[in-house]
């Protein structure tokens, strides 16, 4: 649980304040993450596949090797994101 936020598949987090958390190689797939902050968060490796991060931000995130296929990232601030070896295919950017 970070913030509030039980890190699990398929789990309702919209607007989570996971700012700085360390979510490497959790299963984050099929989550609702709408407008969820992941500011400077280290996502390295994590599952994101089918997530909805639309909206999400995602600045000066780590999410390299992350997978993101399927993943809805309309609207997501990547800005400064790593994202070097992340699966994106099928990603809605």
Do not use: H, K
Request: with cysteine; glycine share 18%; aromatic share 6%.
């Amino acid at each position: 649980m970070v913030n509030g936020c039980r890190i699990e598949r398929g789990t309702q987090c919209p607007g989570a304040d996971l700012s700085g958390a360390n979510l490497s190689r959790a299963d984050l797939s099929w989550m609702d993450l709408r407008g969820a902050n992941f500011e400077g968060a280290y996502i390295e490796g994590a599952n994101l596949g089918d997530a909805d991060l639309s909206s999400a931000n995602l600045w000066g995130a780590n999410l390299g090797g992350a997978n993101l296929s399927r993943a809805d990232l309309w609207g997501a601030n990547l800005g400064g994101a790593n994202l070097f070896g992340a699966n994106l295919r099928g990603a809605d950017l």
